[in-house]
């Protein structure tokens, strides 16, 4: 198969796809928890569950409003928090799934666990460290994330070609 080069501006149009869809795909309000109790409210409820040890002790929590706040509630980052859940997906969002779905799997997943990886762990990762973590060999991440690249372009190319046909 003769090698094809993904020249560098096309390279940054699909990296921008990337990170549309891991930010989204991957951001707080996907996480597990979200909409959580506080962790206080979470230790007044599993204290007062119905169990043979907790029966006679029950654990009440008696706050000045102003107490909460100060210790371990903070409403602004809370609000903050809320807010991304109702948050718009980004413009080119549909974009990026829509392409990700004609991918094979393992050029997705080649895609998509650099960017995932850097999300969790906050840092960047070599692509020997990523192909360890999804358990292929780094050739063949590198060849898998090669080809969701080219097979991205390719379509990427075509939506051009239409727009072009419709200005014209």
């Known amino acids: 198969m003769k090698s094809k080069k ?6 940054a149009r699909i990296q921008k796809l990337i990170d549309v869809y891991c930010t989204f795909m991957f951001g707080v309000d996907r996480d597990a928890g979200w909409h959580a109790p506080s962790q206080l409210e979470s230790l007044v409820t599993a204290c007062n569950k119905k169990r043979a040890s907790f029966q006679r002790k029950q654990l009440t929590v008696r706050f000045a409003a102003g107490d909460e706040r100060q210790a371990n509630d903070r409403a602004d980052e809370k609000m903050i928090d809320e807010m991304r859940f109702v948050r718009k997906k980004h413009y080119d969002f549909e974009l990026a799934k829509m392409l990700f779905l004609k991918l094979e799997d393992k050029q997705l997943v080649a895609l998509i666990s650099g960017p995932y990886l850097n999300y969790v762990y906050k840092r960047a990762h070599s692509d ?7 358990e292929v060999k780094k050739a063949a991440y590198r060849f898998s994330r090669k080809m969701g690249l080219i097979k991205i372009e390719e379509q990427l190319n075509f939506i051009d070609q239409l727009e072009r046909l419709k200005i014209a």
């Open 6 to 11: 993904i020249d560098k501006a096309m390279e």
């Open 128 to 134: 020997a460290e990523v192909a360890d973590y999804i």
